[in-house]
């Protein structure tokens, strides 16, 4: 039996609303049942395992479903939504993952912890939009919605037009200590949802909520050196980290140094609105004392478990 270990699992929001599906709670509670084989691993290891998770589809359809409805009931910010998916989607993980340990028959409890993630106020993606969320659109359709709506939107790396609202980096997260705590009592915790709800002291200390989706993968690493974690594993679409994607010499790798990661980053390899934030992450955890970081997709998150499927970055 191997040692101990707290691992983060870092879900994206795709795992749970995948491209081509219409989205609907149906399709969402089976893609959450079907992303948690990695996490099933890890328990009956007898790991403790701090589930966090995306929420880029989901983040984007409550925007729409607030300024749809605006004339016939009161707005709501998006930091109230980061804090409404945390917890549907908290409910969903937590549920299935129940539901999956029951019939595994291990005794292990859950907890969906609604997370506060402290950010700078002056920080620049303040003025400077770069979190895609909600659904892909045409080019047509998305001047159309800027023009319309006001929105600014980007392409997504050749999938598509999508919605960019402030990403800010995250700097602590305020209920961390209480994570901790419920880790070391053996309970799985999801925790840091879709990045955290991104807060502020004021001049007073009092904590007040901003406009902005932080990236769940940052988040992570910084929530797992807070809690003291030893592995991060990101699991996201694809089966592992490549170099000169989409090229006819696009090499997939198996494992990288902090080095080679932060060489790659320096290159171009990993472009901000998919890989960059991932390897950025998993760069500060090792940073900040993490041991080991594995980068996989859902479908072999179970291998991922075992270094059998992956990209593998060690800390030095």
Not at 71 to 97: A, F, N, R, S
């Amino acid at each position: 039996m191997n040692a101990v270990k707290t691992v983060v699992v870092a879900l994206g929001g795709n795992a749970i609303t995948r491209e081509n599906q219409e989205g609907n709670i149906y399709e969402q509670f089976l893609n959450t049942r079907q992303s948690l084989e990695g996490v099933l691993e890890l328990t009956e290891l007898g790991h403790r395992v701090l589930i966090t998770h995306g929420n880029g589809p989901q983040i984007g359809n409550e925007l729409i479903r607030v300024e749809e409805a605006v004339k016939l009931v009161p707005t709501l910010p998006l930091g109230v939504l980061v804090g409404d998916t945390q917890g549907g989607m908290g409910y969903m993980i937590e549920q299935c993952l129940q539901n999956v340990l029951h019939d595994r028959g291990i005794e292990r409890e859950v907890a969906c912890m609604i997370t506060q993630m402290e950010v700078d106020r002056a920080d620049p993606a303040f003025k400077n939009p770069t979190k895609f969320v909600g659904p892909f659109y045409t080019r047509e359709k998305a001047e159309e919605l800027q023009r319309e709506r006001g929105w600014a939107i980007k392409e997504d790396k050749g999938r598509g037009y999508r919605r960019v609202v402030p990403s800010p980096l995250p700097k602590e997260v305020i209920e961390g200590n209480i994570i901790r705590m419920l880790l070391d009592s053996g309970v799985v915790v999801i925790a840091a949802g879709g990045g955290g709800i991104p807060v502020y002291r004021d001049s007073t200390g009092w904590l007040e909520g901003l406009d902005a989706v932080i990236d769940k993968d940052l988040a992570s690493a910084l929530l797992g050196n807070q809690v003291g974690a030893d592995e991060l594993m990101i699991l996201t679409g694809v089966d592992q980290v490549a170099v000169n994607y989409g090229k006819p010499d696009q090499r997939f790798l198996d494992s990288m140094t902090i080095a080679e990661a932060e060489a790659y980053l320096a290159e171009g390899q990993f472009p901000p609105g998919s890989m960059g934030p991932k390897i950025s992450a998993a760069i500060n955890f090792l940073r900040g004392g993490g041991r080991r970081v594995v980068i996989s997709s859902i479908e072999k998150s179970a291998l991922a478990v075992y270094g059998k499927a992956g990209t593998v970055l060690m800390g030095e």
